[in-house]
Nanobody, 124 residues
């Protein structure tokens, strides 16, 4: 069973930057596709981006280039956020799946494993 733990969240000033980490452990963590989602109060969980097992990255159509996702060979993943806006206040979740299907990676239902989330709050 794969366990995911997010870290790096906290309070950030408007326009600031933050780097979130997701540490994968347990089971076989190699060859996992990793995704990031965020959920603001009262809203649905939204796709932030994903990185396939081969390192290809995917972002939503609304991507403004302020978020960058990366990974290492052990399936730990990272979400680097810059120029944060107030609407970026949310709980950020890391997720993992062994299925690299592009359409599935954009949906919460495409993932088998989830972290508990880490809170990011814009102080504006």
């Amino acid at each position: 069973q794969v366990q995911l733990v997010e870290s790096g969240g906290g309070l950030v000033q408007a326009g600031g930057s933050l780097r979130l980490s997701c540490t994968a452990s347990g089971g076989t963590t190699g060859h996992l596709a990793m995704g990031w989602f965020r959920q603001a109060p009262g809203k649905e969980r939204a796709f932030v981006g994903a990185v396939s097992s081969s390192g290809r990255t995917y972002y939503p159509d609304s991507h403004e280039g302020r978020f960058t996702i990366s990974r290492d060979f052990t399936s730990n993943s990272y979400l680097h956020m810059t120029s944060l806006k107030p609407e970026g206040t949310a709980v950020y979740f890391c997720a993992a799946t062994r299925n690299d299907g592009v359409l599935l990676l954009r949906q919460p239902g495409g993932y088998n494993y989830w972290g508990q989330g880490t809170q990011v709050t814009d102080s504006a």
